[in-house]
């Protein structure tokens, strides 16, 4: 099992920036596939960007290509999410999940293992 914290959200004027981080404990994270995830008040759960094991191949949602960066350092256990010129539509919790397969996924019932989520605030 693994499990998951976010941190680094806030509240940011649209066009700024912010990075969240999601620290992995337990079995080692270089085990799964990572991914982050939204969810906006009154609206399901989307993806965003997933990662694979090694950090080679990284897959994103349309609506945050060339905008939103997804890393991770296996040595300290850490997801990153680098989010640039955001958008008020980008307000929502933000999740960070894993997945013990070698495979990327979007899907939400794909993922085994969630954090509790970190709220991003972007201002008009």
């Known amino acids: 099992q693994v499990q998951l914290v976010e941190s680094g959200g806030g509240l940011v004027q649209a066009g700024g920036s912010l990075r969240l981080s999601c620290a992995a404990s337990g079995r080692t994270s270089s085990s799964y596939v990572m991914a982050w995830f939204r969810q906006a008040p009154g609206k399901e759960r989307e993806f965003v960007a997933c990662i694979s094991r090694s950090g080679d191949n990284t897959y994103y949602a349309n609506f945050v290509k060339g905008r939103f960066t997804i890393s991770r350092d296996n040595a300290k256990n850490t997801l990153y999410l680098q989010m640039n010129s955001l958008k008020p539509e980008d307000t929502a919790v933000y999740y960070c999940?894993?997945?013990?397969?070698?495979?990327?996924?979007?899907?939400?019932?794909?993922?085994?293992?969630w954090g509790q989520g970190t709220q991003v605030t972007v201002s008009s």
């Open positions: 999940a894993a997945r013990p397969n070698i495979s990327l996924h979007v899907r939400v019932s794909a993922y085994d293992y």
